[in-house]
C-alpha cells in the first residue's frame, strides 16, 4: 500500500496555472504506476493524467492534452501535475493515484491507492 498527500490546490482565474504536488511514502513508490484523477460536483471521477513507473511515457485525457503536465520524481517519492491555461470546467477536486499493475492508469479500477484529495477551482 502507498499513502499519497495531495497539496497546491487552490483558486485560480481562468488562463491562471497552477502545480499540483503529491507526496508518496510506503512501499517502494518507484515501483508504481502515478497519476491524477479528478471530480467535479455531481459528475463522476474521471481520469486526468498517468505516468509510468520511471516517468517516460506519459498519457492524458483530450480534455487536458497540451495543457496539463504530469512528471515524477523517484528519488524523492513525487508526483506532480502542472497545469496551465485553466478553464472553469477544469474546477474539481484532484486525487493523487497510484496502481501497481505496471500499466498506466485509465480507469479507476486499474488504481490500488488514492489520495484524500485537493480543490481546484478556476474562476471564469
Known amino acids: 500500500q502507498v499513502q499519497l498527500v495531495e497539496s497546491g490546490g487552490g483558486l485560480v482565474q481562468a488562463g491562471g496555472s497552477l502545480r499540483l504536488s503529491c507526496a508518496a511514502s510506503?512501499?517502494?513508490?518507484?515501483?508504481?504506476?502515478m497519476g491524477w484523477f479528478r471530480q467535479a460536483p455531481g459528475k463522476e471521477r474521471e481520469f486526468v493524467a498517468s505516468?509510468?513507473?520511471?516517468?517516460?511515457?506519459?498519457y492524458y485525457a483530450d480534455s487536458v492534452k497540451g495543457r496539463f503536465s504530469i512528471s515524477r520524481d523517484n528519488a524523492k517519492n513525487t508526483v506532480s501535475l502542472q497545469m496551465n491555461n485553466l478553464k472553469p470546467e477544469d474546477t474539481a477536486v484532484y486525487y493523487c493515484?497510484?496502481?501497481?499493475?505496471?500499466?498506466?492508469?485509465?480507469?479507476?479500477?486499474?488504481?490500488?491507492?488514492w489520495g484524500q484529495g485537493t480543490q481546484v477551482t478556476v474562476s471564469s
Open positions: 505516468i509510468s513507473r520511471i516517468g517516460s511515457i506519459t
Open positions: 510506503g512501499r517502494t513508490v518507484s515501483t508504481y504506476t
Open positions: 493515484v497510484a496502481g501497481s499493475t505496471g500499466r498506466l492508469l485509465r480507469q479507476g479500477y486499474e488504481v490500488d491507492d
